[in-house]
């Protein structure tokens, strides 16, 4: 008899997925003990990125891996309005429901940690903690958003133009699998996209304890953290030393360690 929590046979796996509207979401849970911990992971990679962390982790806290849209095991139509913002924060909280899970460590690399932030904007209530890997808190000014978009729209073409092969990325990207590039395209374009100054504008709001953790050659996001760091009172701001930006892959012991100390904290 299969499990009861929304599984589905693929070939010989047994792999979990969530129907939410037009997308189905991959997601993995450890059932370790609480609190749970919901990590998402950042553009290109996916819930194999996190491996280290479960593994070390799984025995005291309960560990919750997803895969956005467009990204790993997760399916959605190859539709630009499914990809959104907003829609993976509800993302984010459906894979929650499923679990019966009402309030959550929330934690991200890059794009995952941007989007810990946009969730914690949209359910401030379902939040316990933050964990802040390698990202930044997005623009105030239309000007730079427009850099990041046009930025964005480039790492789209190049997946159109020349297929999974384009994608390129760093240490947790290589760890990471994926289906297909059109996928990926649209989460550039959609979920990468700037669109507002809400979140960075809601760092001062902030009252979750919150750890922020870079690599020390992660140098795109090294302005981002100590600004986030400096804005949300009481957070805890690590660099790593001789990590990038797959920062728990580059260096998962000194990662563990400071993820421990920070929960152990709470």
């Not at 997760?74 to 993976?88: K, R, W």
């Not at 909280?93 to 009402?102: Q, S």
């Not at 990926?184 to 922020?212: C, F, H, K, W």
């Not at 100590?226 to 930006?245: F, L, P, Q």
Request: hydrophobic share 40%; charged share 20%; aromatic share 8%.
């Amino acid at each position: 008899m299969l499990p009861s929590r929304g599984w589905t046979i693929y070939g010989e796996d047994l792999m979990p997925h969530i129907d939410q509207g037009a997308a189905r979401l991959y997601f993995e849970d450890s059932g370790g003990d609480q609190p749970p911990i919901l990590l998402s992971h950042g553009f290109g990679a996916s819930t194999e990125m996190w491996r280290g962390q479960v593994e070390n982790f799984r025995n005291r806290y309960r560990l919750i891996t997803w895969d956005m849209r467009g990204h790993g095991r997760t399916e959605c139509p190859d539709d630009l309005s499914l990809y959104s913002q907003n829609n993976t924060a509800d993302d984010m909280a459906a894979v929650l429901d499923h679990l019966g899970v009402e309030r959550a460590i929330i934690g991200g690399h890059s794009l995952g940690g941007f989007m810990s932030l946009v969730f914690n904007v949209r359910y401030p209530g379902r939040v316990m903690a933050l964990y802040l890997q390698g990202c930044g808190p997005g623009y105030r000014s239309n000007k730079a958003r427009a850099v990041w978009n046009e930025r964005a729209e480039a790492r789209a073409q190049s997946l159109d133009d020349g297929g999974l092969d384009a994608l390129g990325g760093a240490s947790e990207v290589k760890r990471s699998i994926q289906n297909t590039a059109t996928g990926l395209a649209l989460a550039a374009r959609g979920i990468m996209s700037q669109v507002d100054a809400r979140v960075i504008n809601s760092l001062p709001e902030i009252s979750v304890p919150t750890l922020v953790l870079v690599g020390e050659n992660d140098t795109p996001y090294l302005t981002g953290s100590d600004y986030m760091a400096s804005h949300i009172t009481g957070s805890i701001n690590v660099r790593v030393d001789d990590a990038a930006h797959g920062v728990n892959i580059d260096q998962p012991e000194e990662v563990n360690k400071a993820l421990a100390d920070f929960l152990a904290g709470l």
